[in-house]
């Protein structure tokens, strides 16, 4: 059996000294007991809520992007993410995709809500997500002689969709 002194650190949202304890995580806080010496009590910030990195989000199609949530404890403590469950889901998954890890990816033009659920509690935060398309422009250029010409015209890089204008040929020349 080793012995020794462990050292005392402070941890945000907390007021007493915390020292490591075996066995349990390293977000764990734990207090040496005043009325047990040698005896420690463990602390966990109690959920109060659960934010998003993105309240909104505009994406076009085809793109994806990672949403990450935060716990919110009492008293301004973070509650460690790795020791929450939370549950992922999209409001309309035709149009955004949701994984379980947050990751998100635009399939259709159109708008969708991303909810995370946490497994404890239940606290919810949200991320309104558009989708639409990546317009992409194209220069116009001047007919010749032996060319036509056309308009500036923007088209989407991902349905093709397009409105392009051509000018006729130039007969004056």
């Known amino acids: 059996m080793q012995t020794g002194r462990i050292d005392s650190r402070s ?4 007021t007493a000294f915390i020292r490591p304890a075996c066995n349990i995580n390293s977000y764990t806080p734990v207090v040496e007991s005043q009325d047990h010496p040698g005896y420690y009590e463990i602390y966990q ?5 659960v934010s998003l990195n993105q309240d909104s989000a ?3 199609v085809g793109e994806t992007l990672k949403l990450e949530p935060t716990f919110h404890g009492a008293g301004g403590a973070q509650v460690p993410t790795e020791e929450q469950g939370v549950t992922w889901t999209s ?12 990751n998100i990816k635009a399939l259709k033009e159109g708008t969708a809500t991303i909810t995370v659920t946490t497994d404890v509690g239940q606290k919810t935060a ?4 558009t989708v639409g398309h990546s317009p992409v422009k194209t220069e116009g250029k001047a007919a010749t002689c032996t060319e036509e010409g056309s308009r500036e015209y923007y088209s989407c890089s991902s349905c093709g969709r397009c409105s392009a204008r051509v000018f006729p040929r130039s007969s004056t020349l």
């Open 11 to 14: 941890s945000p949202g907390y």
């Open 45 to 49: 910030p109690v959920l109060e809520s």
């Open 58 to 60: 505009s994406i076009t």
């Open 91 to 102: 409001s309309d998954p035709e149009v955004v995709m949701v994984d379980v890890n947050g």
């Open 126 to 129: 949200v991320c309104n997500v």
